[in-house]
């Protein structure tokens, strides 16, 4: 087992560089100067832009840009943003409402497609089934920013059953619109794998002995199907949980949510690369350690795993 998690976290430096070399490449290649856009109309001294530009190393070519931006993150030393904020302390600040962001959605989806999914699969052809199936494909097919300003727009302006935006009414009811959402957009894929898994676990020859040697149906249930069926639900599991952070840019865009998503948003808008490449690595991190988790848990589970 050891040697199988090492494996894991070796594969993933040379990804992990490659990831945050592409982000600073195309963060980069923007056209537009940053400085000149924070100031707006306002003009900027020559000396103090030049200084500016110092300060954060604009002029330095590619590649020492980003190779000091790493050194800065690995060295805990985040500096400030162009605008002056300190970045250690945005993060204090954004990491919490992303985290609480995150929960709720993923309660939310996991709940949902979990629920629907065991449900069509194992009353497949079935009135719950049809719908189901109708049901993902409409979520399936109407892209994710479609869908939050339709909920903005229906349960936030018109029903005022949610706040629209912003964190003034507090946790949880400033995150229930956005959360729904998110759980929403990624509640389509699990319950769809939830139900194929379960139908072509209980199809399978292992079940039909099972059957054929006069075990009871809870006991196939509980005993042959449901922990066969669940295992690539679990990867998907983890899948989501690591990569909330990408629904998280745009719904806290969205709906003004001053967390990481929207951090990464403003960050990406100024140019300013450092920042960038930060919360990307930030993000990869979590995607490999959770991934690495489910690894380990489904290396626990089926052994063939830790061979591969």
């Given at each position: 087992?050891?040697?199988?998690?090492?494996?894991?976290?070796?594969?993933?430096?040379?990804?992990?560089?490659?990831?945050?070399?592409?982000?600073?490449?195309?963060?980069?290649?923007?056209?537009?100067?940053?400085?000149?856009?924070?100031?707006?109309?306002?003009?900027?001294?020559?000396?103090?832009?030049?200084?500016?530009?110092?300060?954060?190393?604009?002029?330095?070519?590619?590649?020492?840009?980003?190779?000091?931006?790493?050194?800065?993150?690995?060295?805990?030393?985040?500096?400030?943003?162009?605008?002056?904020?300190?970045?250690?302390?945005?993060?204090?600040?954004?990491?919490?409402?992303?985290?609480?962001?995150?929960?709720?959605?993923?309660?939310?989806?996991?709940?949902?497609?979990?629920?629907?999914?065991?449900?069509?699969?194992?009353?497949?052809?079935?009135?719950?089934?049809?719908?189901?199936?109708?049901?993902?494909?409409?979520?399936?097919?109407?892209?994710?920013?479609?869908?939050?300003?339709?909920?903005?727009?229906?349960?936030?302006?018109?029903?005022?059953?949610?706040?629209?935006?912003?964190?003034?009414?507090?946790?949880?009811?400033?995150?229930?619109?956005?959360?729904?959402?998110?759980?929403?957009?990624?509640?389509?894929?699990?319950?769809?794998?939830?139900?194929?898994?379960?139908?072509?676990?209980?199809?399978?020859?292992?079940?039909?002995?099972?059957?054929?040697?006069?075990?009871?149906?809870?006991?196939?249930?509980?005993?042959?199907?449901?922990?066969?069926?669940?295992?690539?639900?679990?990867?998907?599991?983890?899948?989501?949980?690591?990569?909330?952070?990408?629904?998280a840019v745009l719904a806290e865009s969205i709906f003004n949510l001053p967390g990481l998503g929207q951090f990464m948003f403003q960050a990406i808008k100024l140019k300013e690369g450092g920042v960038v490449v930060l919360l990307s690595t930030l993000a990869f991190l979590?995607?490999?350690?959770?991934?690495?988790?489910?690894?380990?848990?489904?290396?626990?589970?089926?052994?063939?795993?830790?061979?591969?």
């Open positions: 087992m050891i040697r199988f998690i090492l494996r894991r976290i070796l594969a993933a430096i040379p990804i992990g560089l490659i990831v945050t070399l592409g982000v600073f490449a195309l963060v980069f290649a923007m056209p537009g100067d940053p400085l000149r856009e924070l100031a707006g109309d306002k003009p900027i001294p020559a000396a103090v832009l030049a200084a500016k530009r110092a300060q954060y190393h604009l002029d330095d070519p590619f590649i020492v840009q980003y190779l000091l931006s790493m050194k800065d993150m690995f060295t805990g030393h985040f500096g400030t943003t162009f605008a002056g904020a300190d970045i250690a302390d945005q993060l204090r600040l954004r990491i919490p409402v992303t985290l609480k962001l995150a929960t709720l959605g993923l309660v939310f989806q996991w709940i949902a497609g979990l629920l629907f999914g065991l449900y069509a699969g194992f009353k497949r052809n079935g009135v719950m089934d049809r719908l189901l199936l109708l049901a993902t494909l409409v979520v399936l097919a109407v892209p994710g920013l479609v869908l939050y300003f339709t909920g903005q727009y229906l349960f936030g302006v018109e029903l005022k059953w949610l706040p629209v935006s912003g964190t003034r009414d507090g946790w949880p009811m400033s995150y229930l619109l956005p959360a729904i959402c998110i759980g929403i957009t990624g509640f389509a894929g699990l319950a769809r794998l939830t139900r194929t898994s379960i139908v072509d676990t209980a199809n399978s020859d292992f079940v039909k002995t099972a059957r054929a040697k006069g075990l009871g149906e809870q006991r196939i249930l509980w005993r042959h199907v449901l922990p066969n069926a669940l295992l690539p639900v679990v990867t998907l599991m983890g899948i989501d949980f690591a990569g909330i952070f990408a629904g979590m995607f490999i350690l959770i991934n690495l988790a489910v690894d380990v848990i489904y290396g626990a589970i089926d052994p063939r795993v830790r061979n591969v």
